[in-house]
């Protein structure tokens, strides 16, 4: 059997790495378009601009707010009206993944600038394609990684903590979902089985979270950068990113896909679903109590959601979250990357199983 690892081309993590910007484009050309999310184009982009021209020339596109195939084509009309030599991709998730969508169908070098650590999706060879309406609609797997992935630690510790927790809540779904790609020889992103490395890297970004998670939190909240916010910061974006893509997805990642179809649910961040939707894997695939008191305490301490109430789903009737489930097992899912067989009743009851958990541990406080 054949095993594929993929990594992005370069990754530069530091304080003030942006400053690094220009120099680090430049290996790809000297002309490029910079996919900026909104806010960063109204806020930030002046420290990073002068930066970003160091030696090549960009042009500054505001992104629409959707990664969309909308979105995506309106990109396209506007590098098609120019030649530049590549990519870049300024802002949160969805401004990534727009950008990796747009530098493959230009064929395109894609540089990838994160302004958070919110999601593992800035090392991967994916893009999540939604609705305009920001209901999930499907994965476009991408030849290889991005050409280079630069974090700016400073800049991240001066985001909303909400945003490192939501990373942390996307990382925690990574070893749980590679230990069940492993034992069920389950494809990973590549379509081959996972690497003993990447088995390891998605334990080691578990081992992290646990470890810094909670000082790295602090840090953030008082806008400093200390060891364990960069260890976390690798942990959400290099070591997830890795995890998730050369080892697997699984039930987390689909249990998110089906949170999406509710619409309550859309006002939460990509992470936080994911994180329930690990919680309610442990449930489904059966792991001991201690593993579940790990995690939910894990959870607790930095402030992910433990329940449905948390993800938006306050008063939900049993006929939406069997909807959730149902769409969490269509086919082609991760879900059934599972060592055993899932169906939407299983999940319907995981749901149910965390929901009822998370309540009971914060009535008994």
């Not at 030599?85 to 747009?102: I, N, P, R, S, Y």
């Not at 927790?165 to 925690?172: F, N, P, S």
């Not at 379509?191 to 909670?214: I, P, Q």
């Not at 961040?269 to 695939?285: C, D, I, N, Q, R």
Request: net charge negative; with cysteine.
């Amino acid at each position: 059997m054949l095993s594929t690892t993929i990594f992005p081309g370069r990754y530069v993590q530091g304080r003030d790495a942006r400053k690094r910007l220009g120099q680090e484009l430049s290996r790809y050309g000297k002309k490029g378009i910079v996919i900026c999310d909104s806010f960063v184009y109204e806020k930030l982009i002046w420290d990073f601009e002068p930066y970003m021209k160091d030696g090549v020339d960009v042009f500054i596109e505001k992104f629409g707010g959707e990664c969309s195939d909308e979105e995506i084509n309106r990109l396209l009309n506007i590098i098609q009206e120019a030649k530049f030599h590549f990519v870049v991709g300024l802002g949160g998730g969805k401004t990534m993944d727009t950008a990796k969508a747009v530098a493959y169908e230009a064929s395109l070098p894609v540089a990838i600038v994160p302004t958070l650590a919110a999601s593992d999706a800035p090392c991967s060879a994916v893009s999540v394609i939604y609705t305009p309406e920001g209901e999930f609609k499907r994965y476009l797997f991408l030849p290889h990684s991005p050409n280079l992935v630069l974090m700016d630690t400073h800049i991240i510790s001066n985001a909303p903590v909400r945003f490192l927790i939501a990373g942390m809540g996307d990382a925690l779904a990574t070893w749980f979902e590679a230990e069940s790609c492993m034992k069920k020889y389950a494809p990973n992103m590549t379509g081959d089985l996972g690497s003993r490395t990447a088995y390891s890297l998605a334990k080691l970004c578990y081992e992290t979270l646990l470890e810094y998670g909670l000082t790295a939190k602090t840090a953030c909240e008082y806008h400093i950068v200390t060891p364990a916010l960069d260890h976390i910061v690798e942990a959400n974006t290099l070591l997830s990113g890795l995890g998730f893509e050369s080892a697997g997805l699984a039930a987390a990642h689909a249990i998110h896909n089906g949170l999406t179809v509710l619409d309550q649910t859309h006002h939460y961040y990509h992470g936080e679903k994911v994180a329930f939707g690990t919680l309610a894997s442990l449930f489904l695939t059966d792991k001991p109590i201690k593993i579940i008191d790990e995690v939910y305490s894990f959870c607790e301490s930095i402030g992910l959601p433990t329940t449905l109430a948390d993800i938006g789903l306050t008063e939900i009737s049993d006929e939406k979250l069997m909807k959730v489930a149902q769409a969490s097992c269509l086919e082609g899912e991760t879900i059934h990357n599972e060592p055993t067989p899932v169906n939407p009743d299983m999940v319907f009851s995981a749901l149910k199983a965390a929901d009822a958990e998370g309540k009971r541990r914060k009535s008994s406080y």
